[in-house]
């Protein structure tokens, strides 16, 4: 955009002075704010390749160099690719866009991200029920009752000691009211939790970096080290079941291959975290591998965790 800068000094953002093209205090560019068309489609082009450039900068690290992307973030070569936390939030919300739109073919591909297992909503409902102890007989018991005010009536005729505990009746109620709703409440129930899920990974990554953090405490790294890490690792997941997800989807048209490229893809996770892993923490073979052992059983343990608060949370809010 050269002979398009303002030949005034003062920042129009924040009124600092400008010592060359941008300011050194808001860091926005100082250029002529009335341009004609030509050159405002230009600029505005230059800005979408040189976001391009390094977007494509960035991926093919992400995917080819497990941990090579951290180490270069947490040395300060910060400048030609993208943050881990804006990266790791456009390839989730483009994850979850896919998963949530994508029908039941997309959904059968979910089971290639580890820390995402859904199966059948038949499945999902028998797993909800068991997860919160609750008996099918007092579930149903909301079946004895027309509206939420009967209900209400019929507690107030019973002695205190007789009535409903809180969760039964706060349950009993919510089953009323969604009494109508298609599929049930356990269908509900499981559609809320699906849509909790990119809520609830925001809540594991913290985690599951505070667990790295126990695991390699002798490395001797910073928090916010192993959180970096975290936002890498966790995005080369969801680009990666992305990349099977559209193969899958291009090939089904001629073979149906999608259980071989979901084992591929399963191959190339647990390669990809035991490779980001050695790279990243610079640990030898064997201990990666019982390293590898634990992360897995703690993260199991993360997952079982978030998805209680993510149950829980759509039990309260539907």
Known sequence: MSGRYRKEKNCLNCGHTVEDHFCSHCGQENIIVEEDALHMIAHATADYFHFESKFFHTIKPLLVKPGWLTQQFVAGKRVAFIHPIRLYIFLSIVFFLVILSGGHKAKEHIKTAPEIKLETQKKDSVVIEKTFSLDLENLRASDKFATV???NNYQKTLPKSKR??????????????LRDYPGGVSKKMTEDFVHNLPKMMFLLLPLFALLLKLVYIRKKKYYYEHLIFSFHL?????????ITILFSWLIGFIYNIGYVLQALCSVYIIWYIYRSLRTFYDSKRWITAIKILFLFTGYAILVGITSLIGIALSVILM
């Open 234 to 242: 966790h995005s080369a997941l969801f680009l990666s079941a992305l």
């Open 149 to 151: 005010e009967a209900y």
């Open 164 to 177: 409903d505990g809180f969760i039964k009746n706060y349950t009993i109620k919510r089953n009323i009211e």
